[in-house]
């Protein structure tokens, strides 16, 4: 299977492996997938109180694309504001990772994980 | 221990086998020196060549204790699979249209009779158990009055599962049908004996057995019963009018020689060495790993087949983390289908444990030390790739993962 370089890189080094504490109501946590499918990812977000993503971290079952899709956007979010990391698209994290087509539905994952996940941190604020 | 291992390691030896090199060497003169056609019987280069034909055609054929007319030479399995099926299909249409065969067959047989479907033939998929064997009952009564012919393999090329071959020729027989087997993947590492196992088609291919591609052979009874195909090529009528070509004379020597060696390795013990290193990676994997799966009866399989599901790691993943190690896997992710191997979902695997599956193949020329190595690397990684898998961590914090509501996509 040929493989991106990035894509190599981000499987062998994942950046941001782990997990934060659930419970925390800063953590918005996503988990987006299905085992049958072959692919889950969990991602993770501390925001604090100015909207800015402090820490991000991911677990993925899936296909060193998964993987790759899951460690890249941790990279990406960090640092952001959640209004900036809503818009992270599918279409970016593939381009980054020169995905081929049959690897663009874990770009559409990841991307569904930071709106999973930031829609658990807003749903926490409100309720808490 | 400290010799160089020669990376990728192959152990993916139910896809092919390496040519042995005494194939090789046999090969070689019937390219360049006696490069005559076996069919030209008015000069000594067609002699040669039709003398390197009947040895060849001899030793294929005692490999499976029948006669040398028996043998047909072919371009491999999927051919002698095509050439079985349809040919003895169509040849008897008159007396019935009926076949019955095995969902987990290879894709030369299931697709074969889906052709034979498209003419008007009725096909009944027996159903496997969750061990991968077909119940012989079901077999029974799945026999008509109009059934022709029965497929069933000698050894699944996923899971290595061996069928009961003589039990279902015997019932075959019993009923006055012509049974037809898939042997290829048994070829190098169980003795055959068609008669015995009242085997009427037998497909062969050289590649899994240490002889070259592009060439296999189908058995076809004579005496009694006495089985006829009707050609799927048609030509200038070799092969006693079963498969017209010119007969490629190095390739069949190359199987005749590969089809000497494997009988001498059954019958020489070369085949436990084999298993010995099949269950050396086995036990290796196991005492490190928890939650390991194994896909297909034990008992009833190939000495070199182990087909493994490492759970909460996804297979193309894991051939990532172990590119050092040549195998396969059968995760949909590495399938031009994105769907996961319907071997494993005709055994009733579930398709989570599909995806987690990997296959490994021993083969004649691996070694104890690299099974050592993979059992090794394959530990570390599978630990790598759990650390990083959110179902492991789920199962670890006691999260039951069917309890959970999951988005398919
Ligand atoms: C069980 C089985 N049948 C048939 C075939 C096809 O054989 P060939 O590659 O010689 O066409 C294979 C190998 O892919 C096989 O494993």
Known sequence: ?????????????????????????????????APACGDVMKLQLKINDDGIIEDAKFKTFGCGSAIASSSLVTTMVKGKSVVEAEQVSNAEIARELALPPVKIHCSVLAEDAIKAAIADYRQKRTEG | MTTELKLPLYFDNNATTPCDPRVVDAMVPYLFEHYGNPASRA????????????????????????????IVFTSGATESNNLAL??????????GKHIVTVSTEHKA?????????????????????????????????????DTTLVSVMFANNEIGVVQPIAEIGAICRENGVLFHCDGVQALAWMPIDVRAMKIDLLSMSAHKMYGPKGIGALFVRRGRPRVRVQPIIDGGGHERGMRSGTLPTH?????????????????????????????????????NLDELYINGS??????????????????????????????????????????????????GVDVELAHTSIRFGLGRFNTEAEVDYAVELITRKVRFLREMSPLYEMVQE????????WTAH
């Not at chain 1, 890189?9 to 934060?20: A, K, R, T």
Request: aromatic residues 6%; hydrophobic residues 40%.
């Open chain 2, 251 to 287: 390739q069949i020597v190359g199987m005749g020689k590969a089809a000497e060696l494997a009988a001498e390795s059954i019958a020489s013990g070369g085949v436990d060495k084999v298993r010995a290193l099949r269950d050396r990676l086995w036990d290796g994997l196991r005492a």
């Open chain 2, 398 to 405: 006691g999260i039951d993962l069917k309890s959970i509501q």
């Open chain 2, 298 to 347: 034990w008992e009833h399989r190939l000495p070199n087949n182990l087909n493994v599901s490492f759970a909460y790691v996804e297979g193309e993943a894991m051939m990532m983390g172990i590119k050092e190690i040549a195998c396969s896997s059968g995760s949909a992710c590495t399938s031009a289908s994105l769907e996961p191997s319907y071997v494993l979902r005709a055994l």
């Open chain 2, 43 to 70: 000069h000594a280069y067609g002699w040669v060549a039709r003398d390197a034909v009947a040895t060849a055609r001899q030793q294929v054929a005692s490999l499976i204790g029948a006669q040398p007319k028996e």
């Open chain 2, 109 to 145: 047989i299931l697709d074969s009779c889906h052709a034979l479907e498209r003419e008007g033939f009725e096909v009944t998929y027996l159903e496997v158990d969750s061990e991968g064997l077909i119940s012989l009952d079901a077999l029974r009564a799945a026999i008509r009055d």
């Open chain 1, 1 to 33: 299977m040929g493989y991106s370089q990035k894509v190599i890189d981000h499987y062998e080094n994942p950046q941001n492996v782990g997990s934060l504490d659930k419970a925390d109501p800063m953590v918005g946590t996503g988990l987006v997938g």
């Open chain 2, 86 to 95: 349809k040919g003895a299909a169509r040849y008897l249409a008159r007396k």
